[in-house]
Each structure stands twice: as structure tokens, then as C-alpha cells.
């Protein structure tokens, strides 16, 4: 009973005196659109709103109509929040699944400038210029004029707007997990299952979206388990399941997606329902399940009826009216018309009356039903209309009246005068859909069934069993005896021995599940021209624009959602889909099975970016990779660059030294003294076996049989299409292992496509690969007084020419520290590429720079390397080359062999093109102006002053200027560049300065004979 | 409207009658009730002059510059489902044409000069909308890349403008440019020509066309196997009987490599899922298209108000529309990073689609050794915005029977030749 009795369902206290599982102990206050009310822990923001008398939330995407709410549940269309405050708003959350908690903030939204009084609501006025897709059909003229039509078209699409402050202050976490079962859903079945694989022993995980376990058993009063109230069986069994160490209990926990082999994603919503986040808490933690066999007990979606207004706030899902009744304990209205297609609603009905609503009557579509749940209304003097039907909610922000009329149930024309019904609640069922949304994600496919008229899973394509009222079965004893065996035989499945739990003595109303098949709208208006009656309630399709586009030639159904956008709203048609194939299907004279569904896609309902992204943000979206000699580097100011994953020391600026300035410092000393680069970066592979010269010896172009143990050779990789893909210097350790360098950025992909070689084509070949990158750090040491540090640093071996030539290593010590010394040169210089195990290598650069200092060593970052090897005219993968250059192209044809028989790469570059004279070439460029330097990326063209498109003939990969030639040099990729030698190209700018003119050159600026690489 | 495309005849001069302001008040008047059909359902005739096989956006352009260039209106397209409905409709419908190539420039600004006036061409607004596309770059090394794709976008005459991150930010204010991130905004640079389209409206807008230059297009249609006489095409089999023609042109992304089986061509395609997803609708944020390599991700705001996510490719091969969860996953984290805002919105819906891929990630417009026999695939992740100039030309080659200028470069034999148009270099995930 009512504690007050006003009669205004705008307004007043709607809370039933007593009853729902609301805590009456623990009043709470929250905010909707500014305002304060009142309501209780157990709470969701629909039923507290709806129990102050509140039910318009919110108004409708495209006619801004007055908007309600429609259900209790995860369906919801048209109560979307904006919930929350500063940084932590959330938009478009559905009223029906907020818990209540304390000083909550809530607002509506798609309103202005209020609620109540919404401008936007003049598209209802033209509402008949705007059927479906009508955007389509204008908006052309003039063409110039879009962007300014579809700005406001912007503004007035989209739902609610996100938070201001865009700083995320909360926490996600993610959690992976092996189950044998996983049960998805704890209602009635839901449950039974998990009895059932619990008792077996198997690990169960039994995950439910609401904020207690039971589902729509907590809806009803008219039940009984056991000779007891419902509640009192599902807590028995609850506790049963938490007292498991094997089942894992899930709340607030929605399973949204069902992939390949079983595997599932989840969201918990941890502390969405505190309002404030504990500290030590994430809101969310994404749980990614891998389970033996599932249990789909997901349940049903109520159909809303097709009626004219059956958007008005007021007019309800019967069974989410009865769900406020028996759950949170508030009346939805005072006097209220049922109107159904099935027997359910009387069980609605009954609860009105019982909760002591002035129940004006029972609009029943069926001719004649005479079931018990028909006789007992009767017997309680209930009125009720058989053969009727509602044509039309009349009301303005709330139904005030329905318009009612007897009808012929077998075509829905309307075959007696309308009368009026005043109410201000409409509880309507237009029977019950199966939540088959995971089944057909995991491409389980569906049957029609025909005579409870909806689609039931047939084949699965996982190891799944949809369970209950998910899998068709309506009556609550059987569904609970199918949830029962479900779970014995998924236990089973997985290796346990399962057996059914005993399903409860099951005392409710006996009910028919047959609807009534009328999809088509009761009207007494001219086609198209009648109030509108919705199908989805939230993207406002109606059933005239279903019509309208079967009309216009667009069939399959899949055509009618996206001309409509009827199923596309956020509920992705939870409510809406099978009524608009009803309506389909008799639009075509067809069936619905035969006009097929539109595909389940992820997530089942909305998933937040945030939990899906989890921890893998800010410094832990990639990982980062530095050197043992990184912390030195920072202490002696350098700046850092990318590389892949590496961060690299740049250059090292020196007190008011620009980038310039230092970088042509280091270049300078790297020359004329010494220079200490951190090459360690480099990729390493180990390579051993008996097989693995020969492995070499196919996957470079040049010949490795050969190479004596202790030397050194440079290598070049190519793809399979004879591009170059990587290159680096290979050292012969041992008679069967080598030491593969790799560039910095290709590491990972040169063993990837190893392995791949390896395992897919050459599997007989006796060979090991394991990547070694982070087991030593490198110092390279290079300039003419490179040999003078390395003896003074005591080297243990010599380092004579003879003894120690160019291209060969030795293990020694070095500093006393145990190193391997590869005499290898990227800067054309004498240089040593000083191998230490990873956790000496700050020890030994130290050695190195104190052993320097007198020399005037300086250390030099990856931007002097790359001036230094540009003057030698050695590439660089990845700037030189962009996977469409051949060794040929680079002037490497001296790498290439010819006498092998194969290597990876060969045949594809005996290819026609690969010898056209108009490739593009590598060649070097000087500038006409000594100090202009050309952007890198800059295009050659021979007449800077011809039209676009202009004729280009390749572009520049690296520039500099060089202080050790004193002019600017570059290396560029020229089509036909080897035979242009001496000629004059011109780079157009495209920050409108003059173009450079540049003289094509060979690419070995410094030192072209290599007199330096001994010193 | 560009010079020197050969548009033909626009406008509807079938005689359906057109849509405008007008009409939608002139049908409101009546309820809607007479609208008339936007395309038949016809039954397919014994015999055509060409048939096109694949209802989607490439297929139906095809079929609609076969009839309204060249004349060819005796024409049929056979789709085996509804049309539109493979990666015409499932795409993030982004159009650009700032690509490095001078052969891939020129068929992409070829499309994107057909987008500009192509609602008007087919009195379908497919909204169409040049709201600008930004491609991020987050090391030096991208940089380098960005300069050089500049500099040859621009020498190809297409726009192409370099922005700094404070630029970045003032046009994009939801962008987060903070240099202390893991892969900080380094700079970008815009083609303002660039947008999007609706995807959907694409394939109808054709269709409809098509249809009033009386292209029969039949749905629920498989082709099931090529008839073949003398080396020379002559006609399918279908799930609706035996289509007699001269001229065949396929284009049926995903399975172009099923359908080559079927006349023993073997086509160096793979096949993968592609995937793609959206948030729910929120008030309008985002104005412009930002696409990232470094992060591997794309971001656009529908008109709807959904944010429209993408990414590359998942690695393994596969014919189901659907992919794995890691590719989403990473895809989301990196636009929460890049757009801190996305943290407290949800996914609304996610789905897949199947590319074919080429080696060199390039297109095949060719001729086949079969003769009356033609392909038009391998557009990977980068179709939709092809699809204007990827029907102008192929349906240019299959009536003349010899490519053009812009198609030329697309012939099959280029795996042979070696004459690749390697757009995986600077290509990345950037489609």
C-alpha cells in the first residue's frame, strides 16, 4: 500500500509501504538534473526516481520525444544518464542498472535548454518531413552547403556528452583465468548449473551482471521453491556456492564477449556502485576467461507491444513493472492498464493489484484465452478485454489515457469504436525473447520457433549449452531441471563426475507461452499517418519506418537496419529486433525465419574503453628499453630519441651548445681524436648448430661457408621479393656458432623471419637461434686514438694490424673487465666495438671515458653516427632503404653472390624490372650552397618549374651538413640515379622557399679509398 | 569538380525520380506511401554483356560507370547476399588520397576527385564530408617519413599540410600532446580534402543509380563457377542458374582468391580480418579524422556521435568475419592514450571484415588470361576510400578491354615483372 495517497503521478511518494529488498534502514540522497531526492540502499536510480514520482529521464534521439522508463534491467532504451561528476562523468548510462549510492549525481541528457521544456522538440512538430533515412534524400543543394548541414546535423545527433575534464582519475585492471565452467548468468538456471559443476568438483565461475544473484526470481512474489519464498531458496543456494573453494562468484560482472575456443571477456564493475573509489581498489578489472565448456543462462528480453505512444514516459515492460512492485518495492503508477499478447501480464496484474494499484483493466489481444492465469483475474474481478487491443497512449510528458478497441485477432483490424482508459501506467508484453546474443557471438546458429515465436538456439559451434529461458524454456521448474543438467554434463565434460542437482518443487502460476502472432499495429488512422508506434524506442525507428524501407526496395534485414538504424542504438536491439522482423516478414508476406536476424556482434552490452585498455596506458602502453649506460648518459645531459622500443641517447649538449652545434662537435671528435658511442641497442643472435653456416649462407645474399673462425663479415638480408629487410656484421665464434648483429629497430622481426625460415622451410637444418641483445652491452670506441685508450686500458691482447685486422675479433680483458673486441667500423675510422657482459657495461664505458679523457674523447649519440656514417656513404635499413630497394639499387651489388645456388631473395631478383635502368638509385647529393642542407624527404626534379604533378625523380633518405668536408651531403634515391653522375637536380620546397639545387655525386664523401680504418 | 574525368551521365537520366527537399514534403503529404523503389529485384536474364560479380561499393560503382560512361547498360550485378554488405559496410569509412606512390596518388585522388560531386552525380546524399585527415607521427624516424610523404603528395599536386602539436592541439583539442608520453605527438600532417563518407549510402547510392540505367542487380545470387570456351569467359553459374556473358568482372573483396579458383587463376592474395569498432554515441568531440602508425590506430566521431576506431590486420589468415581479441585490445589502449578522453566511454559494438592483400599491399586491376575475364581486388585495409576511381577504371578496362593510364600499373603481371608499388614501406596500419 501507498504511503501517501496523492493522486499527481508527476510527483509524490510512490514507495510501497512495505516490501522489496531494499535496505528501509539506509536512506540515501541523490541529484537528477539538479534536484534532490530521496532513496534507499538496494536502490538502482530507475526505481528511486520512479518512487519520487519521477519518469521523464530523458528525451529521444531524433524527435526529442518525452522518454521514460521502459524496463529494469540491461535492456534499457531510453533512460541514459549522465552520471557522475568532473572528470568522472559518464554518459549515456542506463537509469536501470545505476546502484543507488550516496549524494549520487545524475543529469538527463539530448535536452535544452531543460527537460521539461526542450527546443529539440520541434522535430516532433516536423516529424513528417523526417522519416527513415530521410538525411539521405536531401541536404545536396547546394553541394558547398554540407559541411554546414551536416554541422548542425552533428550537434543535434549523439547522446550525452562526455566529461569535461578528460583525465580519467580511476584505475583498470584485467585478470586472466582458467575455468572448467563458466556460467554465465545466476537466475534460477544460472544457478542450477553451477550447483551442479560446483558439486562435481569442477572450477567454476558464475558471473552475473546484477548486484545479487537470482535474477527474475527476485522479481516475483508469486512463487514459491520448496514450499518457501524464492529469496530464501536462492540465498541457501548462494551460500552453498560461496562455501565452495572451487566456484569463483561473480557479481556485477557482465560476460560481453564470446570468441574462438571458449574464450571470454568480462567486466566486473568493481566499485561502480560506491560512488567513490577506495585507493587500493580499480573501478573496473576486465576478466579474460578461458573455460572447458559454457553455460549460457542469460534469460529473456521482454518485447515491448507496437503500439501508438507506447514511447510515452509511463508505459512500461509488464515485467519490469512487477520487478519494481516485488524487488524495490515502489508502485510505477496508481492506476495502470495491462495490455499483452500473452498470459505473463496477468501475473503482472496480479501484482498491481496487490500492491494496491487501481488495475483499470487487462487489454488481451488473444480471442478466447482460457488459462488459469485468465480465470484468475476473472475470479478477482478484474476487468479484462479480450479480442482488444491499445491503438494509442494519448498523453503529453506522461500517458494519461489509453485508447483502446476491440480488434480481429487474425489481421489486427479493428472491428468495434474506441474507448478511453485513464491511467497513468501501461504495463505491456508482447511476449519474451531468449538472450541468445553470447550463443550466436560463439556462431551458434538459432531456430525459429513458432509457437512461442521466438528464435532458440539449435547448433553450437563452441562447447556451450544455453540453459532456461535462454535456451526456450519458459516454465521455471524445467528451465531450473535444464540448468541442473547443463551443469552435470559441462562438469562431465571437463573430466568430473557431474550429476543433476535436484531442482526445487517449483509452486507458480501456471502459464501459457504462446503469444499471440499479430505483429502488425492496430490502427484506426491511413497507413503512415497514425501516432507513432515505436520499434527502437532509443534511435526512434517506428513501425512505419520499417515499412517505409521494405517499401523502397530495402529487403534483407540487414538493408532495414541500416536505413532505419532500427537495432543500432546501445541496447543493439535488445528490444527491437524481433519485432521489426515481424513486421518485416509481413510486409513481404514471408516468414521471419526466412527473413533472417542481423549478427550478434561484442560486446553484449557496452564495455568501458577504460577497463579494456586496463594498466597498457601511459608508461605502460609499450615497454621501454634502455642500456646498462643509460642513467650515465642522463647525468652528462644527453638527450634521447625513439628507436622502436629504445630509447636512445641522441646527443649529449654541452652548456648553451644547440643540436647543431653538438652534434658537429662529436662528429669532429670521432674524427681527429676519439669518439664512445652506446651501440648496445644493436640486436644480438646467438646462432649455433651444425647446420648454421649453411643457414647464413641462405638467408644473406653473400657467401658464409667460408668465413674463417675469429672473423667478422657483413651481411645483407633480403625479403623474399629481394628487398633489402636487414643487414649487420656476423662473426664466426666457433666452427658451428656465430654472433648475428642485427639494426636496433629490426631485432625482433630478423629472428622472427629466422625462425619462420627455420620451422616452415628448412626444418632438416640442425640450427639454434636465441636472441642475446640484452646479454651484452656495447661501447664502440672509434678515431685515429682509438688504439692509444684501448692500451692504456690494458688491453690482454694485441692490437696490431696483423695480429687484430679489420674485421675480426678476439675475446680478451679489457680494464680488467672480460670483453670481446670486434674490429668492425660504422664511421670509417679505427674502431672497436667493445663487448662486455650487460651488467659490466657501465664499468667498462666508464674505464673507456676516464682512459679518454686525456685524448679529449667525447661521446657521441646516434645523430653523430648517422653524420659519420653518411660521410662514409654506408646505409642505414629503414632510411635508405624502405622495402622497395634492392642490393642493386644501393650500388651492393659487390655483396650479392653469384655463384651461390640459392639465398633468400635470389629469384625474385632475376625478376624483369630488377635491372630497368630507371630504378631508383642510391646516389650522394652536394649542394650548389655548401650550407643549404635539403630536408630529408625532400623530391629531385630536373625542371623545378614544371606543372603539377610534377615528374619526381626519388628523394633524399638522409641529410647533413658535414663539418669534417665543411659542406653540406646527402644521399638520395634518384630513378636511373647511377648513370646520372655530374648532373644537376633541382628539390622544390614546400615552405615556399626557392628550390635547392644539387649536383648528383657518388655517396663516399669522406674518404673514399677507406685509408682510415687502420688508423 | 576536377577536369578531365569523364563523370557520364549523372543525375539520374534513367528517369526515377529524384530525391529533394521537395519530394520528402511532396511524399510527407502522402504519408510516405509512394515512394518509389530504389532498385528492382529483377530475375536474372539468360544472357548479358557484362556481368560484374559482387554487390558491394566496387562492384555496384563498376556496373554504374559501365552504364553511364560507357554505355553498356545491358549489364547485371550478382551478389551471392544483400548488397553492400561486406566491407562497403563495415569499413571506418575514411577517404584520403595522400599516399607516397605515384601510382597509388593517382588512383586515390582519381576516387577522392570522383567523391567531390559524386551525391550530386547520384542524387544520393552519401554525406560526404572533407573534414580533414590527420596522420600523427611520434619519433624523428616518423618525421623523416611524414617530410617525404609531404614532399611527394605535394609535388603530385594533392594537398598535404605539416602541423606542429601545437597546431595539432588547437584543431583537435581532445588530442593529448604531452611530450612525456610513451609515444608523444611529434607533429602530423593534414590533407583537408580528406574525410569520411556513409558507408552504407556508398553502395545504395550506386545501386540505385545503376538500377535507373537499367543495370539489373540480383541479390541472393552466388556465382558458384565460370564458364569457360576457346580460353575466353562465357558466363557464370550461379545459385539461380546458368548467366551467360562475354565480359566478366569480379570484384568480391575477401574471396576474390575462391572465385579466381573457379577459373584456375591463382591470385597472390591473403586474406585476413580486418576489425573495427565504435563507442556509443556522445555530443559531437572529434571534427577530424587522426589516424597513428606508431600507436596503430585510427579515430574518427561519426556523424551519429560514435567514435569509429580501426586498426591493422590481425596476422593470422581467415575467412570469418571476426578477429582476435588482442588487435581491439591494443587498439583501445592506444586511443585512450591519445585521446584520454575515451577512458570513461564504452564500446558499443565491434565487428570484422575480410581484406585480401597483396603482397605489396597495392590493388589488382587487371586482365586476366582468360579473356573477358577481369579482377579488381586486393585492396586490403584501403577500399572504401577507392571506390569511385577503383569502378571508373575498372569499368574503363572492362570496356575497352586494355587498361588505362591509372589502372595500368595494377596489371597482374606485376609479380612477375617485379614492378611492385610497395606501399607496406610507409604504409603501416595508415588506411
Known sequence: ?1015 | MAQGIDRGRTGLPGGKPKYSIFSLARNAASYHQDWQRAWRAPEPKKEYDAIIIGGGGHGLATAYYLASVHGMTNIAVVEKSWLGGGNTGRNTTIIRSNYMWDESAAIYDHALKLWEGLTQDLNFNLMFSQRGVLTIAHSWGELREMSRRVHAIRLNGIDSDVLTPEEIKAKVPLINIDQSIRYPVMGGFLQKRGGTARHDAVAWGYARAADDLGVDIIQNCEVTGMIRKGGAIAGVETTRGTIKAKKVGVVVAGHCSVLGEMADIRLPIASRPLQALVSEPIKPELDTVIMSNAVHMYISQSDKGEMVLGAGVDKYNSYAQRGSFPVPEHMIAAAVELFPILSRLRMLRHWGGIVDTCPDASPIISKTDVKGLYFNCGWGTGGFKATPGSGHVFADLIANDRPNKIAAPYALDRFQTGLLIDEHGAAGVAH
Open chain 1, 1 to 1015: 500500500m501507498f504511503k501517501s495517497s496523492s493522486k499527481n503521478h508527476s510527483g509524490g511518494d510512490m514507495r510501497l509501504a512495505s516490501g522489496g529488498r531494499i535496505n528501509r534502514d539506509k536512506p540515501l540522497q541523490f541529484t537528477f538534473d539538479g534536484k534532490t531526492y530521496g532513496g534507499y540502499e538496494g536502490d538502482t536510480l530507475a526505481s528511486a526516481l520512479i518512487a519520487n514520482g519521477v519518469h521523464l529521464v530523458g528525451r529521444s534521439f531524433k524527435y526529442h520525444r518525452p522518454r521514460g522508463i521502459m524496463t529494469a534491467g540491461s535492456e534499457e532504451p531510453n533512460a541514459l544518464i549522465r552520471l557522475g561528476e568532473g572528470a568522472k562523468i559518464e554518459p549515456n548510462i542506463r537509469a536501470t542498472q545505476i546502484e543507488l549510492y550516496p549524494n549520487l549525481k545524475s543529469e538527463s541528457q539530448n535536452r535544452w535548454p531543460s527537460l521539461n521544456f526542450d527546443l529539440g522538440a520541434v522535430n516532433s512538430v516536423v516529424a513528417r518531413m523526417l522519416p527513415a533515412a530521410f538525411y539521405y534524400k536531401t541536404f545536396m543543394w547546394p553541394a558547398s552547403m554540407w559541411m554546414t548541414y551536416e554541422h548542425f546535423i552533428r550537434k543535434a545527433a549523439g547522446l550525452g556528452k562526455a566529461a569535461t575534464d578528460h583525465n580519467d582519475p580511476d584505475r583498470y585492471e584485467k585478470t586472466n583465468a582458467h575455468t572448467d565452467v563458466l556460467v554465465v548468468g545466476g537466475g534460477a538456471s544460472g544457478l542450477m548449473a553451477a550447483l551442479s559443476a560446483g558439486r562435481a568438483g569442477a572450477r567454476v565461475i558464475l558471473a552475473d551482471e546484477q548486484n545479487e544473484f537470482g535474477g527474475w526470481l527476485l522479481s516475483e512474489s508469486d512463487t514459491t521453491l520448496d514450499g518457501h519464498a524464492a529469496d530464501r531458496w536462492i540465498a541457501d543456494a548462494v551460500a552453498e556456492l560461496e562455501a565452495m573453494d572451487n566456484v569463483t562468484m561473480l557479481k556485477r560482472t557482465t560476460v560481453f564477449g564470446y570468441m574462438d575456443h571458449n574464450y571470454l571477456t568480462m567486466m566486473e564493475r568493481v566499485t561502480d556502485h560506491l560512488g567513490e573509489t577506495p585507493k587500493h581498489m580499480p573501478r573496473q578489472k576486465m576478466w579474460k576467461i578461458r573455460a572447458k565448456h559454457v553455460v549460457l543462462a542469460q534469460g529473456t528480453h521482454e518485447r515491448p507491444l507496437v503500439f501508438g505512444g507506447n514511447d510515452r514516459p509511463g508505459v512500461m515492460l509488464s515485467s519490469a513493472v512487477r520487478s519494481y512492485i516485488t524487488r524495490y518495492g515502489v508502485a510505477p503508477g496508481r492506476r495502470a492498464v495491462v495490455v499483452t499478447n500473452n498470459d505473463d501480464a496477468y501475473r503482472t496484474a496480479l501484482a498491481l493489484v496487490d500492491a494496491g494499484v487501481y488495475l483499470r483493466a487487462i487489454i488481451d489481444m488473444r480471442p478466447a484465452p482460457a488459462t488459469p492465469l485468465v480465470s484468475e483475474a476473472m475470479r478477482r474481478g478484474i476487468n479484462v478485454y479480450t479480442s482488444h487491443a491499445l491503438v494509442d497512449a494519448e498523453g503529453t510528458r506522461h500517458v494519461g489515457r489509453a485508447k483502446v478497441a476491440r480488434i480481429n485477432p487474425k489481421d489486427g483490424s479493428i472491428t468495434g469504436d474506441a474507448f478511453y482508459l485513464d491511467c497513468d501506467l501501461v504495463a505491456m508484453s508482447a511476449g519474451f525473447t531468449p538472450i541468445v546474443n553470447l550463443h550466436s557471438q560463439a556462431r551458434g546458429k538459432l531456430d525459429w520457433d513458432d509457437q512461442q515465436l521466438c528464435f532458440r538456439p539449435s547448433t553450437y559451434h563452441e562447447a556451450a549449452q544455453c540453459v532456461g529461458a535462454s535456451n526456450g524454456i519458459f516454465d521455471l521448474g524445467d528451465a531450473m531441471a535444464d540448468g541442473a543438467k547443463a551443469g552435470a554434463a559441462a562438469a562431465t565434460a571437463a573430466g568430473f563426475k557431474g550429476s543433476d542437482a535436484k531442482a526445487p518443487q517449483v509452486d507458480a502460476p501456471v502459464q501459457d507461452y504462446r503469444p499471440l502472432a499479430l505483429w502488425k499495429v492496430v490502427s484506426d488512422a491511413n497507413p503512415g499517418a497514425g501516432p507513432k508506434a515505436f520499434i527502437d524506442f532509443q534511435n526512434d525507428v517506428t513501425a512505419s519506418d520499417i515499412k517505409l524501407a521494405v517499401r523502397e526496395g530495402y529487403h534483407s534485414v540487414e538493408h532495414v537496419k541500416r536505413y532505419t538504424t532500427n537495432g543500432m542504438a546501445t541496447d543493439q536491439g535488445k528490444t527491437s529486433n524481433i519485432n521489426a522482423l515481424g513486421i518485416i516478414a509481413d510486409q513481404l508476406d514471408d516468414k521471419i525465419p526466412n527473413v533472417g536476424t542481423t549478427t550478434f556482434r561484442m560486446p553484449y552490452t557496452p564495455a568501458s574503453f577504460g577497463g579494456i585498455a586496463g594498466r597498457e596506458i601511459k608508461g605502460l602502453f609499450d615497454p621501454i628499453r634502455g642500456t646498462r649506460m643509460d642513467q650515465w648518459h642522463h647525468d652528462h645531459g644527453a638527450t634521447f630519441e625513439h628507436v622502436g622500443q629504445w630509447m636512445r641517447a641522441w646527443y649529449y649538449p654541452q652548456s648553451g651548445e644547440s643540436m647543431d652545434d653538438a652534434v658537429q662537435r662529436e662528429v669532429k671528435a670521432a674524427r681527429t681524436t676519439a669518439g664512445l658511442l652506446d651501440a648496445s641497442t644493436l640486436g644480438k643472435i646467438d646462432i649455433r648448430g651444425k647446420d648454421a653456416a649453411e643457414f647464413l649462407n641462405r638467408v644473406y645474399t653473400n657467401a658464409w661457408l667460408k668465413l674463417p673462425v675469429g672473423r667478422c663479415r657483413y651481411g645483407l638480408m633480403l625479403k623474399d621479393d629481394g628487398m633489402v629487410m636487414d643487414d649487420g656484421v656476423t662473426s664466426r665464434l666457433g666452427e658451428n656458432h656465430f654472433h648475428m648483429t642485427t639494426t636496433t629497430g629490426g631485432a625482433a622481426g630478423v629472428l622472427d623471419w629466422l625462425e619462420e625460415w627455420h620451422q616452415t622451410e628448412w626444418p632438416e637444418l640442425e640450427v639454434y637461434m636465441t636472441s642475446v641483445t640484452e646479454q651484452w652491452s656495447v661501447s664502440t670506441l672509434s678515431g685515429p686514438n682509438a688504439k692509444k685508450i684501448m692500451n692504456k686500458l690494458g688491453c690482454s691482447v694485441p692490437l696490431d694490424d696483423e695480429n687484430f685486422p679489420f674485421m675480426s675479433f678476439k675475446d680478451a680483458t679489457l680494464a680488467g673487465l672480460p670483453v670481446r673486441i670486434f674490429r668492425i667500423s660504422f664511421t670509417g675510422e679505427l674502431s672497436y666495438e667493445i663487448n662486455t657482459p650487460a651488467r659490466l657495461g657501465l664499468a667498462l664505458w666508464k674505464n673507456i671515458m676516464a682512459a679518454g679523457e686525456e685524448f679529449g674523447i667525447t661521446p657521441y649519440g646516434t645523430e653523430a653516427m648517422h653524420v659519420l656514417r653518411a660521410e662514409k656513404g654506408f646505409i642505414i635499413v629503414g632510411q635508405e632503404t624502405d622495402g622497395s630497394v634492392t642490393p642493386q639499387d644501393l650500388g651492393m651489388d659487390w655483396i650479392v653472390s653469384k655463384k651461390k645456388d640459392d639465398y633468400i631473395g635470389k629469384r625474385a631478383l632475376e625478376r624483369a624490372s630488377m635491372s630497368l635502368d630507371n630504378r631508383k638509385q642510391l646516389v650522394g647529393l652536394v649542394t650548389e650552397n655548401p650550407k643549404d642542407i635539403i630536408p630529408e624527404g625532400a623530391h629531385a626534379v630536373l625542371d623545378p618549374n614544371q606543372p603539377m604533378p610534377m615528374e619526381m625523380l626519388g628523394q633524399v633518405t638522409s641529410s647533413y651538413y658535414s663539418p669534417n668536408l665543411g659542406k653540406s651531403i646527402a644521399m638520395a634515391l634518384l630513378k636511373g640515379g647511377h648513370k646520372m653522375m655530374g648532373e644537376t637536380v633541382y628539390f622544390p620546397m614546400i615552405d615556399g622557399q626557392p628550390p635547392i639545387k644539387a649536383t648528383i655525386t657518388d655517396t663516399a664523401f669522406y674518404d673514399p679509398k677507406g685509408e682510415k680504418i687502420n688508423g
